[in-house]
């Protein structure tokens, strides 16, 4: 097998790290910026020698499709998860449509470790956009990995679509007598309150991807 050159090394290291850090791969300009390289077309060319030597695999139109060599031969199991949008975890924010949501809408593919998802179906991912949910370790920038339910237990964390507004909005759901509670995670932000029938939920949070300052 022929030896790797110091930028394949370079960009292999850079892979794994941003993997082991964030929980799924990185884009070719993720790789361009952090390894300080002049192109994509540079880093495609040094992915494909890569490939071509066993050190990871690509999945041909997918941003985030790459799989390193020992991830395949120990059996993990990378699932494509759409990305499709931001929610906002702050004020809600104008969204064009509920059926918006659907996963089939997506402008982006990430490729997560399955033990992420809990086995779960129907799983999805928010770019998370505001400050209301930092007390539950939620940060602008970070992903949320929804389920797609149209129903959650009180206390639970959903993506929750105000029908009147037309807007979205992270928050805990609290049922109360004759009216709802989202309840942010942010001790200095005050919950909102609406109508039963002016909500439908999105979907539920499973897991946080976290990004790292």
């Not at 071509?52 to 139109?61: D, E, F, K, T």
């Not at 499709?65 to 990305?83: D, F, K, M």
């Not at 990995?145 to 959650?152: A, E, F, I, P, S």
């Amino acid at each position: 097998m022929k030896t790797l050159s110091s930028k394949q090394k370079a960009i292999l290291d850079f892979i794994n790290r941003f993997a082991q850090e964030k929980n799924y791969p990185p884009t070719v300009r993720d790789i361009v910026s952090g390894c300080g390289i002049s192109s994509t077309s540079v880093v495609d060319y040094n992915l494909d020698i890569l490939e071509r030597g066993g050190y990871l695999r690509r999945h041909a139109g997918i941003s985030r499709g790459i799989e390193l060599a020992h991830q395949v031969a120990s059996g993990v199991r990378n699932l494509r998860i759409p990305l499709i949008g931001q929610i906002a975890a702050g004020k809600p924010i104008p969204v064009p449509e509920p059926d918006a949501w659907d996963a089939t809408a997506s402008s982006e593919i990430l490729e997560v470790t399955e033990d992420l998802t809990r086995g779960r179906d129907g799983v999805y991912a928010l770019k998370v956009k505001g400050n209301s949910m930092v007390d539950a370790l939620i940060n602008d920038g970070d992903i949320v990995l929804m389920q797609h339910v149209n129903t959650v237990e009180n206390g639970e964390m959903a993506a929750v679509w105000l029908k009147s507004e037309k807007e979205v909005t992270l928050k805990k759901v609290y049922r109360e007598r004759r009216r709802l509670r989202l309840q942010p995670a942010n001790s200095q932000m005050k919950p909102l309150y609406t109508e039963p029938n002016n909500i439908e939920i999105q979907g539920r949070v499973i897991g946080v991807i976290r990004r790292l300052a």
